[in-house]
C-alpha cells in the first residue's frame, strides 16, 4: 500500500480514495487516523479479490443504480455494497483477518 497525500482530489465530504495499490487520502493526518486507514485497507482487498477492472466497473454501475434508486448521490454513494462492507467494518481491526471470500455480496 501507497499512501499518497493529495487535497486537490477531493470534494469536502471525501476524505480518502483508494486505487489499488495506492490509498489517496485528503489531509496528511488521515495517515494517523486508523478508522480511515482501515477503511481504505478494506477496499484493497475488495479491489486485490476482483481485480482493479471488475471492482470499477460494479461501483459505477452499482453507483447509478442506487442514486436512480433513491435520488440522492450521497444516499447512493453509502448503500454501494463495498461501501457497507468497509463503513459497517472500518472499527472491527480484525475484519480483514476472518474476512470471508467477494463478502461485500451479503451487502447488496
Not at 477492472?53 to 453509502?78: C, D, S, V
Request: with cysteine.
Amino acid at each position: 500500500m501507497f499512501i499518497v497525500v493529495f487535497p486537490k482530489l477531493f470534494r469536502k465530504k471525501f476524505r480518502g480514495l483508494t486505487i489499488y495499490p495506492f490509498v489517496f487520502l485528503k489531509e496528511k493526518l488521515l495517515k494517523e487516523n486508523k478508522v480511515v486507514m482501515f477503511h481504505e485497507r478494506i477496499h484493497l482487498r475488495q479491489q486485490l479479490e476482483m481485480l482493479w477492472l471488475p471492482f470499477f466497473l460494479w461501483y459505477g454501475i452499482e453507483f447509478l443504480i442506487r442514486w436512480i434508486q433513491y435520488k440522492n448521490r450521497h444516499t447512493a454513494y453509502f448503500n454501494i455494497c463495498f461501501e457497507r462492507e468497509a463503513y459497517t467494518n472500518e472499527k472491527n481491526f480484525d475484519y480483514l483477518k476472518n474476512r470471508k471470500l467477494w463478502s461485500f455480496i451479503k451487502y447488496l
